[in-house]
């Protein structure tokens, strides 16, 4: 039985919707947005104008998740690594560009039931941008539909290295070291992300051939899928053909796969 084809969908995504199958929707998709600055040179245009290009891709990809009840959608929005490494006037840009962001995109977000959430090192963002995060998560907490979260400042090396001293400073306060036991389920509740499902599908734009440190722990088992479509070009038709694509695959989780007629994969395993 395919989806009933919700509103809002142009003529090209309702096709590619058509064919997809709502038991094999993914409950959350993590999306490395890339090719900002190559989208910008190809057109001797200044980085910036990328990255401000890129805007109207994260409407339109946040805004076709949310219409076809993805549950869970984390965009990569700025590394660790921008934060050292770019141009301080243009990462002084980029967290311009996000205060407008946040402040433009609320209404949208509220009209589409989006919450907004967040994931890295906030604290060490400048206060100006942190009130306006805080404020968008704010308007946006009563929001029963996707869960939309900006990776921001964020690594997934850091993010490991503050589960395990999350840990450790837990057990300081209940008996010292010495009882501390650490596992998998352990880590999880002590990542950024403890709050959302690990990715069925990671999504990698301008057919680069890396995580760049994005979610190294929770993308064990996701499906990658990379296009060579840079960021500033890709829109919710992009999302579905993705989609369309991530169900083709079967998910072995490490085990066998049994078909139960259906054509629908079951786990067997997950090692």
């Known amino acids: 039985m ?6 809002g969908l142009d003529r090209k995504e309702a096709e590619v919707y058509s064919r997809l199958h709502p ?4 409950q ?3 999306i490395i ?11 001797h245009l200044p980085r910036i104008a990328g990255h401000r290009a890129g805007v109207a891709a994260v409407r339109s990809v946040v805004e076709t998740a949310a219409r076809i009840h993805i549950p869970s959608l984390t965009l990569y929005a700025f590394s660790e690594e921008n934060w050292k490494r770019r141009p301080r006037t243009e990462v002084s840009f980029l967290m311009s560009l996000l205060q407008r962001y946040l402040k433009a995109e609320v209404p949208t977000l509220n ?4 919450r907004l959430e967040y994931i890295g090192r906030q604290h ?4 100006d941008v942190q009130d306006r995060m805080a404020w968008a998560r704010e308007a946006t907490g009563h929001n029963t539909g996707m869960t939309l979260t900006l990776a921001l400042n964020y690594s997934a090396r850091t993010e490991i290295v503050d589960a395990f001293n999350s840990l450790l400073a837990m057990a300081q306060q209940n008996g ?3 009882h501390l036991e650490v596992d998998e389920e352990a880590i999880a509740r002590h990542l950024y992300t403890r709050h959302l499902p690990d990715p069925d599908l990671v999504i990698r734009t301008s057919g680069e051939m890396r995580l760049s440190n994005f979610l190294l722990w929770q993308l064990a088992y996701a499906e990658i899928y990379v296009t060579p479509t840079l960021w500033p070009d890709f829109r919710g038709l992009h999302l579905l053909e993705a989609l369309a694509e991530y169900q083709k695959r079967e998910r072995r989780y490490g085990g066998l796969v049994e078909d139960h007629g259906n054509g629908i994969p079951s786990r067997q395993g997950k090692h």
């Open 33 to 43: 947005m890339d090719g900002n600055g190559r989208w910008a040179r190809r057109r």
């Open 2 to 7: 395919h989806l009933k084809v919700p509103a």
């Open 124 to 127: 060490e963002l400048s206060s």
């Open 111 to 114: 009209k589409n039931n989006i």
């Open 176 to 178: 010292g070291v010495a």
């Open 28 to 30: 959350h998709i993590a």
């Open 23 to 26: 038991e094999r929707l993914p």
